[in-house]
């Protein structure tokens, strides 16, 4: 089994297309969690959790950046904990990214900050937080940053079109790259695939989402040696 961990776009793994927001799982730690293994909400109303792929398990952790993941360990502590995540068979894909290039990055270059070095602090904390649990045994997996969709919701301005994101998610999808390298940790990322056929919005399902079943070929592709 492939445990998908992160942001919204680990939904990307549900194996579902729905209405707009429906296929958007359920946060872990605030509408469920799991206790002894049962299922247990916390609060109503929420989007229920979806598995329709059996390869992966998508837990969505929250709106959260990659920068601050190395202060949620003990969140996901639990959910390694309460999945039972096993080291010898099961795989971990950490999903996280999107948020700061479209949020937060453009508020430290207005600071004055640059563009290069802040990348490079989000990824020396965020490998910080992946290094963890490849260095406790698990079988670690990093997704690559997804291309922009149409979205500039909650844009930063200095990055309010999916031109000047990617810029940003290249950036770092780069390092995460150099990182995992050295790291010998697996990088995984369909950003290139997609960006190249120019026009690319018939992959996304919302303004921001990739869709599952237009990706699925091109997660086939990159993932399937993992499950088969």
């Known amino acids: ?106 508020k430290q270059e207005e600071l004055g900050r640059n563009v290069r070095g802040v990348i490079t602090e989000i990824t020396d904390r965020y490998f910080n937080f992946v290094k963890k649990y490849k260095n406790e045994g698990y079988n670690v997996l990093v997704w690559g940053v997804p291309p922009s969709g149409i979205s500039d919701n909650k844009a930063h301005h200095l990055y309010n079109s999916p031109k000047k994101r990617n810029v940003l998610s290249k950036l770092m999808n780069e390092q995460f790259n150099n990182r995992c390298e050295a790291l010998d940790i697996n990088f995984i990322s369909i950003w290139d695939s997609i960006v190249s056929e120019g026009d690319y919005y018939h992959y996304f399902q919302d303004a921001i989402h990739l869709s599952y079943v237009a990706c699925k070929d091109l997660i086939n592709q990159k993932l399937k040696s993992y499950y088969e």
């Open 1 to 106: 089994m492939i445990y998908v961990i992160g942001d919204s776009h680990s939904s990307l793994f549900n194996g579902y297309d729905g209405k707009k927001g429906h296929f958007i799982q359920p946060q872990y730690g605030h509408c469920y969690k799991i206790q002894n293994g049962k299922f247990i909400i916390l609060n109503q109303p929420y989007n229920p959790f979806l598995q329709n792929d059996p390869n992966f398990t998508a837990i969505r952790t929250g709106p959260n950046t990659a920068y601050n993941m190395i202060t949620k360990t003990g969140m996901v502590d639990e959910i390694i904990k309460e999945y039972k995540i096993c080291k010898e068979k099961d795989y971990i894909l950490i999903v996280y990214g999107e948020i700061d290039t479209r949020m937060h990055i453009g």
